[in-house]
């Protein structure tokens, strides 16, 4: 009886936490969005870093829990995809476009940052639904495992972008690096990180979007059953 209680009330606060978790962190991309359009309507892609900056740095790193959440078990996504993709997105954000200012007027940040939003305010309404309620409308499920298919295109474009685009500063400043002699004994190049970050994304990338196309699959499957 105390097992099946204690069972009880652990599912009830780990759907109370991850519930809370998937619309806060909603209402960080939403935010994200909402900026992001509004500048594009009004003074130019040039200006949509600057606008959505804050909420754009909180909403990402975020995603560090996702991370813990899969380790610990709260959620059945594997490490070993939500991983990657996390690492992915926070080097853009704090490695690339935090780090090198330069970089943040291109339009890339715009299709970057609408790409990644959209995708984002779907997956977190989606999760929140569930935890919240225990179940997703059927609309809201085929837009999670659909609108991929063109914003994962181009959100990843415009990470290889960017990343691109940052390599002359990345090397001109030698931020980040670390020459020896030094007391470490170690050096490190961020130019060649940058790089090798970059390569990363030619499997990476297919990988990803098969796992997603798999993913996809499965959920639709569901639908044509009920």
């Known amino acids: 009886m105390d097992q099946s209680i204690c069972w009880i ?32 309507s009004g003074p130019g892609y040039q200006h949509v870093y600057g606008a959505v900056e804050t909420p754009l740095l909180l909403a990402q790193t975020a995603a ?22 996390v690492f992915s997105r926070l080097y853009l954000t704090w490695g690339i476009l935090w780090s090198f200012p330069q970089v943040r007027t291109h339009w ?31 609309w809201l499920l085929w837009l999670r495992y659909s609108t991929f298919l063109v914003l994962y295109p181009t959100g990843i474009s415009s990470e290889v972008g960017l990343i691109y685009m940052a390599l002359p500063f990345i090397k001109e400043s030698e931020k980040y690096c670390l020459r020896m002699p030094n007391k470490l004994n170690f050096s490190f190049d961020y130019f060649c990180c940058a ?30 059953k009920e």
Not at 195 to 224: D, E, F, W
């Open 9 to 40: 009330r652990s599912s009830v606060l780990r759907r109370l936490y991850l519930g809370t978790y998937n619309w806060v962190v909603f209402v960080g991309w939403a935010s994200v969005l909402y900026k992001a359009l509004t500048i594009l």
């Open 64 to 85: 560090v829990l996702e991370i813990i959440h899969s380790m610990v078990g709260l959620v059945r996504s594997p490490v070993s995809a939500t991983l990657p993709q």
């Open 108 to 138: 890339l940040v715009s299709s970057l940052v609408i790409s990644w939003s959209i995708t984002e305010i779907i997956r977190y309404a989606f999760f929140g639904m569930k935890e919240v309620l225990g179940v997703a409308p059927s």
């Open 195 to 224: 790089i090798l970050v970059m390569g990363n994304y030619i499997p990476g990338g297919p990988h990803m979007y098969q796992y997603m196309l798999t993913q996809r699959k499965k959920a639709l499957s569901k639908i044509k």
